[in-house]
């Protein structure tokens, strides 16, 4: 069963930089769409990033276009989320989740639904932007 787990939350100042791992395991065979999404307090969940099969990213939230970069380092089967210049509205849980292992690319456009296109969801990193 296609599991994923995140690490590496924490808290960091402003303008600081933080990296999330997240751990895919449970599926042998080419690397699954892999992506980040994060909910603030009060707020709705929303997609960050995702990476396809052959490591394309897809960007879905404009506000981190040029500090977040998402990898994937294939000998240990984790992606990982790297943030720069965080600011305190980038505070919130962060979660890794992967599609169906039949699917090599990652959703084309956000949306309300594009949550949906995942199966495998983390349990969630929290990050904290503060001074």
């Known amino acids: 069963q296609l599991q994923v787990l995140e690490s590496g939350g924490g808290l960091v100042q402003p303008g600081g930089s933080l990296r999330l791992s997240c751990v895919v395991s449970?599926?042998?065979?080419?690397?699954?769409?892999v992506g980040w999404f994060r909910q603030a307090p009060g707020k709705e969940r929303e997609g960050i990033s995702c990476?396809?099969?052959?490591?394309?990213?897809?960007t879905y939230l404009d506000s981190v276009t040029s500090r977040f970069t998402v990898s994937r380092d294939h000998t240990k089967n984790t992606v990982y989320l790297q943030m720069s210049n965080l600011t305190p509205e980038d505070t919130g849980v962060y979660y890794c989740?992967?599609?169906?292992?039949?699917?090599?690319?990652?959703?084309?456009?956000?949306?309300?639904?594009?949550?949906?296109?995942?199966?495998?969801w983390g349990r969630g990193a929290q990050v904290t932007v503060s001074s």
């Open positions: 989740t992967a599609r169906p292992p039949l699917f090599r690319r990652c959703p084309g456009t956000p949306g309300p639904s594009l949550a949906s296109h995942f199966r495998s």
């Open positions: 449970g599926h042998d065979g080419p690397p699954v769409p």
């Open positions: 990476l396809n099969s052959d490591d394309q990213a897809t």
